[in-house]
Each structure stands twice: as structure tokens, then as C-alpha cells.
């Protein structure tokens, strides 16, 4: 039905337009139905209010409408009935407490996708969604509609492990070391990394300093056909609807559980893994700050990875410090190199890439697997995967750790009395490198010259900052003197050489022969 | 800090800000942290997304945020952290499956009172605390925290009686009789009824064509404790927030449990309530479509009733057809007042307004309470309270059925065959009765001239419609072709005579001698 527009006052966040009964009636639409707006501009859906007293021929709606409409007042639109999408009724149902199906969950994630749900519909979707409300079918269901609206990928081999971490812990660097010691073993292992979000340095930020991170599907299939192993980054080629919902959580400050969940698996699901191994880092900066919450979520994604037929083990692991010195994209892959060369470096690394690389393996159903991992490490067997995958990746294969390149502008901290490093601030160290550039300034970050528990003297340094420029540099001190990222205390603190706190199995170890096969 | 304020082309429901890191790092204001912008309009708060590339001094903010702010772009804007509000921190922990305390739960009222919430922040709120997410205590503690946002009235007398319908029936006109009945008996009961949202008419419409409804509290307390019962209109003055929380619900189309029991009981708590009565109306129009959910409401309403020191029976009632014959303020009001001096009238109306006044009896102490009721309502009584209460609110105390005038222009719609009158849909009886003019029309509405279970032969009068224009009557006429109001069968449909389907006593009786003393 031709209307004409006219300008209201009313104030709302979603679109609501208000219309001559008798115009309704004419249209068959309802109170509360909704309608789609033709102007000259985009088509917009907006949520009908009926009124007895409302002009004839008229549509009232806000100033935004008008805009995104593309007419004033006073222009002629078409209105049309709009049937409610079946996604609307399913966020209700769940809001309402109900359990969603397989089809009612395909809906929703399809309307988010074709952009059909405002943000504010996506939000009171999540919110609905908790850990409470939610069971693990619903989040099984979730995640495979989400790897749904993306390209999925077929190795042509099985099986295909992965491993993932919750995050949280600054330097975690491990991610070539570990692939590069499975991918010798033989193990197929399409590990797609991320940039940093909130963080100093995400995997992604440092291994794009020394090749090719960013691979189409044609491109990952054949470096992993060729080396078993990449070090890619995630794309918006795999269950893309997860960056819809991410934008939607993200001014809430929020990601619930159940969403986590699915928007981990979905990436998993879409590259073909099979099985997997999760970092669950425990410490107060993490998703996890307490064994209970630890082991929940342990629980949570091994019963989901039943589900959804992959096979996960969960490993609990110390996130009280950065691992490892270095922070920042150049100084991170500088440090991941030398543990590939064998130099000496902080043993936390060697034992967290071993442990973890070790429970791959024996998920593959080797035996002594973190035993095998060092020996692996240990005989170069590992660092010659890695030249091989850096070269699959466009990478200079005689890559040596003392040609990576470092920030010019350096600033020493030092300590002021005598005693033991007592703790070091994540949230600090983090805001240091960021404000000395990191990860953008792939030249910035933070070199930590003591460890906690180490005994401290004086004037020792404690940790130095790189920065590609003297601002960034300045910057960088001006927040380090606003915060403690580190405190020096009296007594020698307890401290652990073992990187996992607690291994997690799987719930039942699935038939490898029927995945090799 | 001083910042001009500079144009984004950025889209968000949310307000977002960019800011250079270095201004942040002056104001201590983190990545995702708030502030608060003033310029020459409102104070408006925003989240800050810092930004090492963006200019220093600047504020980049959206059209909609420089118009809230009362600025252009190029004009100055002062700039302040702003603490998150513990709310955000209790809605955050509510998505993420935490249970709520009563400091957090008021936390999160008092800031939608104020306004400090935006719409989405309110509905991700709502959609948490859902029924599978939100604990009865933490009912009880949004309930009490919704009642201290208003007025609260202390009569001076307990116990303080009151009922409650959740709605869904069309013409369901028993509230004075009952409260008349109940107030002849030396009960006290200040009802407060309501407005139609969506449907035809709602108790304060027709309950208004007769005498005032709208009572400040002084007014309410001395009818009162005049008449011992008002038919008063529900007004802002109790739970206000609950229009705020109404209107972030409404676009969404929910209404979930935790936060409907909430509503509905700090309206309860505000005016003292003691005894309250749920009328659980079972019916596929209402909110309880089939016994199990009827059953459940009422266990989950009689538990907040057990926390907050109310004591709550409910009766699941008859929701099939409307009650009664007429639908409209005016058409409700005669028949309402026929029911009251004993003319010929539906005996559902007498059944159900018996039977639930009979309930509040029993919770008075009283035995054999709708044989009481029946004999209240049939010696007079009843009807003399009613002209009383009339009287308080400013009506007429000699008002008699016969002089309520109805709408003029009226339409009898006929039955095309012979048979039993087989279903009548509430939805298009209370469409067409809203075509009709209902309720603002007070003159419009329909008479049913048969009740499911009728004979009826070919050519007799199903219902008349009535309007208070001819343009009306023409519309309600089109709305009842377009539809399908009644289905005349072949063979006669069981019906009961008993209104009231299951009658669910209170958890424990409370001592009433501690309340009457």
C-alpha cells in the first residue's frame, strides 16, 4: 500500500512505525506485526503500533527510519505485510525458557547472517542463551549452523588434530613449536591462530613477521598436504556469523559460555577436526580464575565434542605470569625461533610446547608423548618442520633467530631494593607493550628479564621496553610508571616448573582405527 | 578533558567513542571503560574504543551522539572517565549464569529508574533472567526492588486482601462483584485494576464509565477504609519501573515469567497485600495454554508469595469463550451491574465471581465460602457495598443497569445454519469488538447472543455488534467477515458449568489471628 511518510518524536531504539487502523485492516496487519518499508533508500522491516486516531494514509515513523528509508516527510512509501521471522519466535521461545531445536537454531543463525535480526534481538538472543538456559544439544546445534554459513574444508585424511587456547596468558608462543613437533611425527594439524583482540600479541602478530599468515582454502589445503602442518589465521571464510555475534556481545562487554563454545567449535568443525586438545589457563587475567570454573568448562566442551564427534582433551594450565620473556609481535618470534634452535631459553616454554604437543601425541596413540615431544625438539626433527611449513607460507627457509630484527628504542627498568620477584601484573605488562606500540608496531613490546621467584638485586634490570619510536617509547614508560607491573617481596614465593596444573581426558577414547581408515 | 568533537561514519545501537590512547592514558580510561561527554545538551555516556592512530584531542562520536550532546562537529565537548555502573557488572554476571544478590538486583532497578540503561542493556537483562537463569529469591528480591521505586500505602489494617487475573479472557467482568461481595463480608480489598493493553477492555474501562478510577493514594486509603474496598486503576505511583522495563519487553513480544510474577507482586507489595488470589485463566488466548503450565505458574507464584510473606492460593479457570455476553467498557458495565442486583444474567459470570470470592472468604477464615458468596450476592448485599464503593469514587449511588446507554449503531450477525454453537475464538471477538471502537469507544462492542453449547437454528442472532458511528459499525462488520468469531457444529459440545478447572491452596496456612491483631 502506497502511504506517505510522515516525521514522528517518539524515541525508540528499534523500528516501530504507527499506522491508521482502517490501513491495517486494508493490508492485513496487525498491532505488533511487522511491516517492510519501500522508499528510495534501503527496505526496511519495522514493528507496526495500530492506532484508531492515526491519519489515514499515513505512516509515522522516526527520523532514522526516514533516513534509512532514504525519504522525508511528506514522500510517498510502499508498506507491505511482513510475516515475523520464525527466528523472532525462536529468540522467544528461548527467552521464555523453552528448548530450540535443530530447525529453530538453523533460523536464528541464518538471520544473523542474512542480517535479518537487529543487534539488539542477536543481544537478547545471547543474553537468553546462558549456561543456564542452554543445553549441550542446543550448543551442538548452534555450532554446526554456525560452521554452516561458511566454507568447510576436506582434507581428504583423517584424523586432524587441532589444538586451542582459552587465552589470556601474554607470550604465549607456543603454537609453531607445538605444530612443528606433531607435523614431524606425521600428525595433520591445520592450525588456524588469531590476531590480538584486547591483547598485546596474538599468534597471528608474530608469525606474520616471518611469513604468509593470511591463506585462502586452496592455499591451506596444499601447505598442509605438503608439510602436515600450518601456522594460518583464522578467516572470515570459516563460520563468518561468529564476527556478527562477537560485534553484537562485544558493547556488553560479554561472551557466555555457550556462545564461546560454539564459536570455537564452529571454526573447528568447519576445517574437519577430528581431535583436539584445549588450553584452559588458570589464573585471575583468564576466562578461568579458579579449578572449579576449570574443570566445568572442561566438562562443558569435552560433552559438546561427543556431540558434535570430536574427540578433546582439556589440559589446566599455570597463567600467573607471561610465558616465556618476550611480549610483542618481533620480540615473540624472535623467542619461538630460538626454542625451535634448541638456545637457551625459559624452560616454561620448552615444557609448556612439550606437554601440550606430548598430549597430541598420545592422542594419536603414541605412548610417553611429552617424552617423545622433547626428543623431538630436542634433535632439531622439529625446527626442520618448521623451516619446511615457513617455506609453505612464503617464508625465508633459512629463517635464524638472530636476524629477527628488534625495536631500536630500549628502556631499562630497574628494580629499587633487593628481594624476589613476588608476582608480575598480566593486565600491566600487557598495557606496557600496547602503549610501546604492540602489536601494530610489530617492533614494540617487552622483554622480561626476570621471572617469578627469581632473586633480585638492586638496580638489577627487571624487564625492558622496545619501541619503534621515542613517543611510543615515552608512552610506553609513562604507563609502566602509572601501574606495578611487577613486585619484589621478601620471601622466595612457591612456584612450579610444571606448566599443567591438571590433564582433563577425553570421556571415552574414540576407535582411531575406524578415523584412519 | 576538553575535546572537540568530530564525526563518525560508525553505525552502532550503542554509544561508542573513539579516542586517542594518549588522551585515555591522561584521563585513566581504558579500552572499553566509559565516559561521560558534555557538550550543550544532555550528559551523555558512551564506550571508549582507544586508538593509537586517532588524532589527539579529538572525540569521534555518531550523528545521534552529537545531537544527544546538544554539539556539531568541530565544537568543544568535556570529557570524563565514568565508572562502569555495578548494574552492567550484575547484568554481566546474570548472562553469565551467576546468581544475583539483593544489592546487585537493586543495583540493576534503581538504574533503570534513573534511566542509566539503554533499552538493550534493560532487554539482555530481561532475556537472562529467564526461568531456567533466575532463581525464586532472586524474584523475590526484583519484586520488593521494583515495589521501592514508588509509593508504598499502609492502611493501617491487615490482612489487606486482593486478587489478581493473568488476563486472556474477553469480557471477564467479575472484579466488583467480587470485591463487592468480599468488602460486604468486612474484608478489606483495595483493588487496583487495569487499562486494555491489546485487549477490547480492560477492568478500569468500563469500571471508569461509572464512577472515577483514577485515585491519588490519600483518596485510595480513605475509600478505603470507608467502603473496605475500591475498583481502582493502577497508576505510576506503585513499581514505576515497571513501565520502563514494559517498554524495553514490548518490541521483543515477551513478557517472561521471573519478571511478569515480578511486575505483577511489587504492584502487591506497594499496597500491602497480604492474601492475594491468582485467577489462572486456562485457554489457548491466555498465557497458560494446557494445565501443566497453569499448574506450574501457580507453584512458582505461591513460592515468591511464600518469600515475600504473601499469602497466595490460585484458581485455574475456564478461558475457552469469553465470560459472560458482553465486551466493551459500557456493554460490561450494564452487565456487571446486572449481575450485581440479581437480574437474568450468563451464570458463568455469577459462578465464576462466586467462586473466587467464596476462595478470598476461605482465606479469611470463613467456611463454605462460594455458598456464602452466592448468598452475599443473592440478599442484596453485594450490590449495596457496590453502590457504596460507587459512591467513594464519586459515581452515581442510585446508577442502575437500565441507564447505561449503549452504542447506537448496531449489526446482528446470523447464524448460516442449524446446529450447536461449537467454539468461539477470543482473538476475533476481541478484534472485532476493537474494530468496533473498543475501548475507547466506550459505546462500541458486541453482545453474544450464544455461548458455546447453544442450540441454535438457521437465521438466529449469534452476537450484535456495536458502534458508536456508522464508519465504525462498517468496520467491525469487515473485520467479522475477514474472520471466523464463531463455528456453528452438528453435534453438541461438552461444556461445564463449573468455572473454576482446579483450585491450588496456599503452600501453608498462615496464622491469620497474627495478622488480625
Redesign the interface.
Known amino acids: 500500500m502506497k502511504l506517505t511518510a510522515r516525521l514522528s518524536d517518539i524515541k525508540?531504539?528499534?523500528p516501530?512505525v504507527v499506522l491508521n487502523?482502517?490501513d491495517c485492516?486494508k493490508m492485513g496487519v496487525?498491532?505488533?506485526d511487522r511491516v517492510r518499508i519501500t522508499g528510495s533508500g534501503s527496505v526496511v522491516s519495522a514493528?507496526v503500533i495500530t492506532d484508531?486516531?492515526a491519519t489515514r494514509g499515513l505512516v509515522v515513523m522516526s527520523q532514522?527510519l526516514l533516513d534509512r528509508c532514504g525519504v522525508k516527510a511528506g514522500d510517498e512509501v510502499e508498506v507491505v505485510y511482513s510475516p515475523l521471522p520464525e527466528s523472532?519466535l525462536s529468540?522467544?521461545k528461548?527467552?521464555?525458557?523453552g528448548t530450540l531445536g535443530r530447525a529453530e537454531i538453523e533460523s536464528v543463525v541464518g538471520d544473523i547472517m542474512a542480517e535479518n535480526l537487529?543487534?539488539?534481538?542477536i543481544?537478547?538472543?545471547?543474553?537468553?542463551f546462558?549456561?543456564?538456559?542452554a543445553n549441550i544439544a542446543e550448543v551442538a546445534f548452534l555450532t554446526r549452523a554456525m560452521a554452516a554459513t561458511g566454507k568447510t574444508v576436506d582434507l581428504g585424511v583423517k584424523p586432524v588434530f587441532d589444538f586451542h587456547s582459552l587465552g589470556g596468558v601474554p607470550g604465549n608462543k607456543i603454537t609453531p613449536v607445538v605444530v612443528s613437533i606433531v607435523a614431524s611425527e606425521g600428525l595433520i594439524i591445520p592450525k588456524m591462530s588469531s590476531r590480538a583482540i584486547?591483547s598485546a600479541c596474538g599468534t597471528s602478530d608474530f608469525v606474520d613477521t616471518f611469513c604468509d599468515v593470511e591463506m585462502d582454502t586452496d592455499a591451506l589445503v596444499s601447505a598442509v598436504r605438503e608439510a602436515g602442518g600450518v601456522f594460518a589465521c583464522g578467516n572470515e571464510d570459516y563460520a563468518p556469523v561468529g564476527s556478527l555475534i562477537i560485534k553484537a556481545e562485544r558493547?556488553?562487554?560479554?561472551d557466555?559460555?555457550p556462545m564461546m563454545m560454539a564459536s570455537i567449535m564452529s571454526k573447528k568443525v568447519a576445517i574437519g577436526t577430528t581431535h583436539l586438545l584445549v588450553d584452559i589457563p588458570l589464573g585471575k587475567t583468564t576466562k578461568t580464575p579458579d579449578i572449579e570454573s576449570a574443570r566445568s568448562y572442561a566438562e562443558a566442551i569435552r560433552n559438546l565434542g561427543t556431540l558434535l564427534g570430536i574427540h578433546i582433551e582439556c589440559a589446566v594450565t599455570r597463567a600467573d605470569q607471561p610465558l616465556g620473556r618476550a611480549i610483542g609481535p618481533l620480540l615473540e618470534a624472535r623467542e619461538c625461533i630460538e626454542v625451535l634452535e634448541g638456545k637457551d631459553c625459559d624452560p616454561d616454554i620448552v615444557d609448556k610446547a612439550c606437554s601440550m604437543a606430548g598430549i597430541l601425541l598420545e592422542m594419536a596413540g603414541e605412548k610417553d608423548g611429552k617424552a617423545r615431544a622433547l626428543e623431538i625438539l630436542r634433535s632439531g626433527k622439529a625446527h626442520q618442520k618448521f623451516l619446511q611449513i615457513v617455506k609453505t607460507q612464503n617464508g625465508d627457509p633459512d629463517l635464524r633467530s638472530e636476524d629477527i630484527p628488534v625495536g631500536l628504542f630500549t628502556k631499562d627498568v630497574h628494580a629499587k631494593r633487593n628481594g624476589y620477584v613476588g608476582f608480575i601484573d598480566n593486565h600491566s605488562i600487557v598495557?606496557i607493550a600496547?602503549?610501546a606500540?604492540a602489536p601494530?608496531d610489530i617492533e614494540g613490546g617487552i622483554e622480561m628479564m626476570h621471572k617469578v621467584g627469581d632473586k633480585i638485586n638492586e638496580g638489577d634490570v627487571l624487564f625492558r621496553i622496545y619501541a619503534k619510536t621515542a613517543s611510543k617509547l615515552d608512552?610506553a614508560i609513562?604507563?609502566a610508571r602509572?601501574r606495578r607491573p611487577m613486585g619484589v617481596v621478601d620471601d622466595q614465593p612457591i612456584t612450579s616448573d610444571q606448566m599443567i596444573i591438571e590433564r582433563i581426558p577425553s570421556k571415552e577414547m574414540l576407535d582411531l582405527i575406524r578415523f584412519r581408515n
Chains 1, 2 share one sequence.
Open positions: 525508540t531504539s528499534e516501530i487502523v482502517d485492516l496487525d498491532h505488533t514493528v484508531y486516531d532514522t523472532i529468540i522467544r528461548k527467552i521464555n525458557g537487529s543487534e539488539k534481538e543481544l537478547a538472543f545471547i543474553s537468553a546462558n549456561v543456564n538456559n584486547s558493547p556488553m562487554g560479554i557466555p559460555r598495557a600496547k602503549a606500540g601494530s608512552r609513562a604507563s602509572s
